[in-house]
């Protein structure tokens, strides 16, 4: 039997990147799979049609995870429609990288909206349809422990406060048995952050492996903490960066 048959999974910003590995991967497991996208609605069907290639139901919704209402309602989409939510992926993300004097207020309210509380609000409402089993899995940053140089600040302060976050969703909902963990990539091969893009350099010279990974690596985490390899493992930051934070 597939590992995730039977399962229902939803994964923001899940139409291209980690998230469509993610997507993917949970897929070819067995799950069927939703994911939120904002305006790349050609390559969330893409991502779908792949989900459904596998043999699973797929569904993507239009939802901005800086919009309360339209990331608890996803959530409740999912369950509406593929019958209930066993895992959710906390993925969607934004990087805006400036000086501390050229962050503006709304640099900041989109920043803390999409990674801090989208995540909150989207792991608040599916540990109402959760039941024991039920796996909350968020996407960090080794940034949050390591800020290698100037323009970060903002950035590394929202995916930090996904720590704190992480450890208390393991306390409220381990009594239920639901887990709740983060993985904190590093330099990952992705259109936001290429292996051949500007700074790349830099980045790879800061890896103990020396080079860049890839969104599978990712991937093959968020299955493991997903399925029966994680069911004890709760309230933890996994890091991923190939030694960056080495």
């Given at each position: 039997m597939a590992e995730f048959a039977g399962k229902?999974?939803?994964?923001?910003?899940g139409s291209r990147g980690i998230g469509?590995?993610?997507v993917k991967r949970l897929a070819r497991g067995g799950a069927d799979v939703a994911l939120t996208y904002v305006s790349a609605a050609d390559k969330g069907r893409s991502v779908i049609a792949d989900v459904e290639a596998?043999?699973?139901r797929g569904m993507a919704i239009a939802a901005d995870t800086a919009d309360p209402a339209a990331i608890v309602g996803a959530v409740e989409r999912t369950v509406a429609e593929l019958g209930r939510l066993d895992i959710l992926v906390n993925n969607a993300g934004v990087a805006i990288m400036a000086p501390i004097e050229a962050v503006t207020l709304a640099d900041l309210d989109k920043t803390l909206g999409i990674h801090v509380r989208g995540v909150f609000l989207a792991?608040?409402?599916a540990a109402r349809?959760?039941?024991a089993g039920g796996r909350i899995i968020s996407i960090g940053s080794c940034l949050a422990d390591r800020v290698p140089g100037p323009g970060i600040a903002l950035y590394s302060m929202s995916k930090s406060a996904l720590v704190g976050l992480t450890k208390g969703l393991a306390?409220?909902?381990?009594?239920?048995g639901i887990t709740a963990n983060l993985i904190q990539p590093g330099p990952i091969d992705t259109d936001m952050n290429p292996?051949?893009?500007a700074g790349a350099e830099l980045q790879r010279s800061m890896l103990a492996l020396g080079h860049y990974g890839n969104t599978d690596d990712i991937a093959a985490t968020v299955a493991h903490l997903a399925g029966e390899g994680g069911r004890f493992i709760t309230g933890a930051t996994i890091t991923i960066d190939g030694g960056f934070t080495a």
């Open positions: 229902v999974a939803l994964v923001t910003g469509a590995a993610i596998a043999g699973r792991s608040q409402a349809h959760m039941g306390r409220d909902l381990g009594p239920r292996a051949n893009g």
